[in-house]
């Protein structure tokens, strides 16, 4: 490398944010700059589910920094800016204003994008995606000056917005094509607790259904139409159908990708003087034993130090738990672990299901693989010493609320 260092950072969320702050506090003194097609300073995406839509939060809340930060920390940002192409032979990011920058090491945070409807009508205005400030905004504006919202998916995305949604009095139906909210995240027992949450708050549910078109008048949608010849009425229509990690920039220049960008442990990619972070990033985490994508907030927090240790060439490894967190109604969650629809045999519950407050246990042969706090807080901790233990538990004891977890 040269003896000032050029690192550059490809991305506008938080863990691009975070990997700036990184580099500062682990003693980097080089060039930084940040690449970011938003016009926007890095900021975090949580709230724009959550508080930010329900107007219980102000912009400058979800930056990731105060503006004068990247100032002080002399980090140079390139913003409304995106980085289209990477010659990994020259070390050169090139912009869409056409514009090169260099780079010693380079971090691609380059996050995910809404999935898209693929359907008739699915263009027309009033159909919503929630992925940046301006959706966001646009869709709290919408709130505003409608009374019907429909919104396909009961993902987290989905729900969360249904719950702003009736906060804000609007008539609310959620389309899912499972046969529960959530299932392939939570099964079947846990996926009825959401399901039980939003009936009880007035949402119309309709489960196990398929959307076949949209169609609107004047180019303004208004009516859902379902395959099984149903069709709703609506004033707007927000889409919750999943996310696409980023990886164009890498793929194009031949960096190793297979859903996300491929990195090892260090979150080093196929090249070494390139890593990820974030969303995009597919990570090998040897607490796991396996390769994990995780499309939530604690990675792109969390990530970036790794990753920027990697830059400054000192190996660290990155082996958390998976964890997220959801807000919605007097709902409040958080879950730590990772257990996928095929890794556990049981579902194991402590507390009251009916009142939700209680935790839920994923297990595998008696192991924990995952655990999920409803309404009960201050227990993450027990519950990821649990799971990190491996050891197989007493089920008896596992549901006994009276016993303290630590004793397990």
């Given at each position: 490398?040269n003896?000032?260092?050029?690192?550059?950072?490809?991305?506008?969320?938080?863990a691009?944010g975070?990997?700036?702050e990184?580099?500062?506090?682990?003693?980097?003194?080089?060039?930084?700059?940040?690449?970011?097609?938003?016009?926007?300073?890095?900021?975090?995406?949580?709230?724009?589910?959550?508080?930010?839509?329900?107007?219980?939060?102000?912009?400058?809340?979800?930056?990731?920094?105060?503006d004068?930060?990247?100032?002080?920390?002399?980090?140079?940002l390139l913003?409304?800016?995106?980085?289209?192409?990477?010659?990994r032979?020259?070390?050169?990011v090139?912009?869409?204003?056409?514009?090169e920058?260099a780079?010693?090491?380079?971090?691609?945070?380059?996050g995910?994008?809404?999935r898209?409807?693929?359907?008739?009508?699915?263009?027309?205005?009033g159909v919503?995606?929630?992925?940046?400030?301006?959706?966001?905004e646009?869709?709290?504006a919408?709130?505003?000056?409608v009374?019907?919202?429909?919104i396909?998916?009961?993902?987290?995305i989905?729900?969360?917005?249904?719950?702003a949604?009736?906060?804000?009095?609007?008539?609310?139906?959620?389309?899912?094509s499972?046969?529960?909210?959530l299932l392939?995240?939570?099964?079947?027992?846990?996926?009825?607790?959401?399901?039980?949450?939003?009936?009880?708050?007035?949402?119309?549910?309709?489960?196990?259904?398929?959307?076949?078109?949209?169609?609107?008048?004047?180019?303004?949608?208004?009516?859902v139409?379902?395959?099984?010849?149903?069709?709703?009425?609506t004033?707007?229509?927000?889409?919750?159908?999943?996310?696409t990690?980023?990886?164009?920039?890498?793929?194009?220049?031949?960096?190793?990708?297979d859903?996300?960008?491929?990195?090892?442990e260090?979150?080093?990619t196929?090249d070494?003087?390139?890593?990820?972070?974030?969303?995009?990033?597919?990570?090998?985490?040897?607490r796991?034993?396996r390769?994990?994508?995780?499309e939530?907030?604690?990675?792109?927090?969390?990530?970036?130090?790794?990753?920027?240790?990697?830059?400054?060439?000192?190996?660290?490894?990155?082996?958390?738990l998976?964890?997220f967190?959801?807000?919605?109604?007097?709902?409040?969650?958080e879950?730590?672990?990772?257990?996928?629809?095929?890794?556990?045999?049981?579902?194991?519950?402590r507390?009251?299901?009916k009142?939700?407050?209680?935790i839920?246990?994923?297990?595998?042969e008696?192991?924990?693989?995952?655990?999920?706090?409803?309404?009960?807080?201050?227990?993450?901790d027990?519950?990821?010493?649990?799971i990190?233990?491996?050891?197989?538990?007493?089920?008896?004891?596992?549901?006994?609320?009276?016993?303290p977890?630590?004793?397990?």
């Open positions: 490398m003896a000032l260092p050029e690192f550059v950072i490809v991305g506008g969320g938080l691009a975070k990997a700036a990184a580099l500062r506090a682990q003693g980097f003194t080089g060039r930084i700059i940040l690449v970011g097609d938003e016009n926007h300073r890095p900021y975090l995406r949580p709230p724009l589910s959550k508080d930010y839509l329900q107007g219980k939060a102000d912009r400058d809340s979800v930056l990731v920094h105060p004068d930060w990247y100032d002080e920390h002399n980090v140079e913003l409304g800016n995106e980085a289209i192409s990477l010659d032979t020259e070390r050169r090139t912009l869409s204003d056409g514009s920058v780079y010693d090491r380079l971090l691609l945070a380059t995910s994008s809404p898209p409807l693929s359907i008739p009508g699915a263009d027309l205005t919503h995606y929630l992925r940046r400030i301006e959706d966001c646009a869709i709290k919408a709130f505003g000056q009374s019907r919202v429909v396909v998916g009961a993902g987290w989905g729900l969360e917005t249904a719950a949604a009736r906060a804000a009095g609007l008539e609310v139906t959620v389309l899912e499972t046969d529960l909210p392939q995240v939570l099964g079947a027992q846990v996926g009825k607790v959401f399901a039980d949450l939003h009936t009880e708050h007035g949402v119309d549910l309709r489960l196990g259904v398929q959307v076949e078109s949209l169609s609107g008048d004047d180019g303004l949608v208004t009516t139409h379902l395959k099984d010849g149903t069709s709703i009425a004033g707007m229509v927000i889409v919750g159908v999943g996310i990690p980023n990886v164009a920039l890498a793929e194009s220049s031949g960096i190793e990708v859903n996300g960008i491929l990195v090892d260090h979150l080093r196929s070494p003087d390139i890593f990820a972070a974030g969303d995009v990033a597919n990570a090998y985490n040897p796991l034993g390769r994990i994508r995780v939530h907030w604690a990675n792109a927090l969390n990530q970036p130090a790794v990753a920027a240790a990697g830059m400054l060439s000192r190996e660290e490894v990155y082996d958390r998976p964890y967190y959801s807000d919605q109604y007097d709902l409040g969650m879950y730590t672990g990772y257990a996928d629809p095929d890794s556990y045999d049981e579902v194991v519950f507390g009251d299901v009142t939700r407050t209680f839920a246990f994923w297990l595998a008696g192991r924990v693989l995952a655990g999920m706090n409803v309404n009960i807080w201050d227990v993450t027990d519950i990821k010493a649990l990190e233990s491996g050891r197989t538990v007493d089920l008896v004891r596992l549901a006994d609320p009276a016993i977890l630590a004793d397990l």
